[in-house]
């Protein structure tokens, strides 16, 4: 992996596989750590034209892995159960470590993003770079123009009010109807919330994008690696959204 921004020392230590980001804190204070020939200080960040040894080896990044999975329900988001579950790192079962981004529930379908980059995965994840995720949500009933409304305009939850959202009716049988959702944020079970708020409960729930991934004909249970082109339309998602929150301050 290439950085193009800066990161943390302690943090590219951590990615590269060195220790833990707080072990990696304490080998820098030690003064074991330098960079560019210079001891390094806690506050140092580092881009890949930098050279990060460690008491003086060089330091060079783990090869990086992005995988998409078409998660099918009844496996869980973690990388281990306690309950003996089938996990998401196992389904994709790479010799390399890898960590979903961000989270599914162990009844929701579709698109999962899992790396060993943690720093492009703090980035996609956090609500500050508000990276779109679309859901489509078969509800019990047929919600009408007032209710898919209170969910674009934003449902009171017991943890704040939501975002502003996207929500567009793809489909119904009188029955149930599947609505599509489109969110910026990543709220523990956020959609179900949301639209049980507003008297529809979710019967079952599938995200159909993340970011601008989207599954095409992968099957439910399989996983590929991403391509090169959408690993840099992810990157450059996560930096712009940076940029505009820098620029208005947030
Ligand atoms: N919102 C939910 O309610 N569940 C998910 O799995 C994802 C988003």
Redesign the pocket.
Known sequence: MRYGFRVRLNAYLASAGVASRRRAEELIRAGRVCVNGEPAQLATRVRDSDVVELDGREVLPQPRTYALLNKPAGVV?TARDPQGRPTVVELVGQGTRLFPV???????TGALLLTNDGMLANRLAHPRYGVE?V?E?TLAGEPDARALERLRAGVELADGMTAPAKARVLHGDGRSTVVEIT?RE??????????RAIGFP?EA?H?SRYASIVLRELPVGAWRELTAAELASLRSAAAQRLLAADRSGA
Not at 102 to 108: A, E, K, N, S, V
Not at 186 to 195: A, F, I, N, T
């Open positions: 988001t961000g989270r599914l529930d162990c009844d929701t995720k859901y949500a969110l990543g709220r523990k079970r956020q959609v179900k919330r949301m639209c979710v729930l995200r």
